[in-house]
């Protein structure tokens, strides 16, 4: 029912910035959650940054927090991330991520991931 395309990933320079853009065929409702997830190397998939609902809260991993900032635009069907000040230890494949609550079905959307390189 939702298809979610990332765009925005590339190579830069430590310190840069880059911003991350997820897009939604499909309706996106004010309490999906929209997130993204990022996975490095040999490593799980962890969570960067999520919205819990429309205007609800926002969550960050210890390791973005002050550098990365999520955003949606529920009725386009849109969620990014501005990311800035990367460090190498940023690189991995950032994946965007819907989240349906279990009184609709508990669906979970996923996207094909953006590669980010950060260089020293």
């Known amino acids: 029912q939702v298809q979610l395309v990332e765009s925005g990933g590339g190579l830069v320079q430590a310190g840069g910035s880059l911003r991350l853009s997820c897009l939604a065929s499909g309706t996106i409702f004010g309490f999906d959650v929209m997130g993204w997830y990022r996975q490095a190397p040999g490593k799980q998939r962890e969570l960067a940054a999520r919205i819990i609902s429309d205007g609800g809260s926002i969550e960050y991993a210890d390791s973005v927090k002050g550098r990365f900032t999520i955003s949606r635009d529920t009725a386009k069907g849109t969620v990014y991330l501005q990311m800035n000040s990367l460090k190498p230890e940023d690189t991995a494949v950032y994946y965007c991520?819907?989240?349906?609550?279990?009184?609709?079905?508990?669906?979970?959307?996923w996207g094909q991931g953006t590669q980010v390189t950060v260089s020293s």
């Open positions: 991520n819907v989240k349906r609550p279990p009184m609709w079905s508990s669906r979970d959307y």
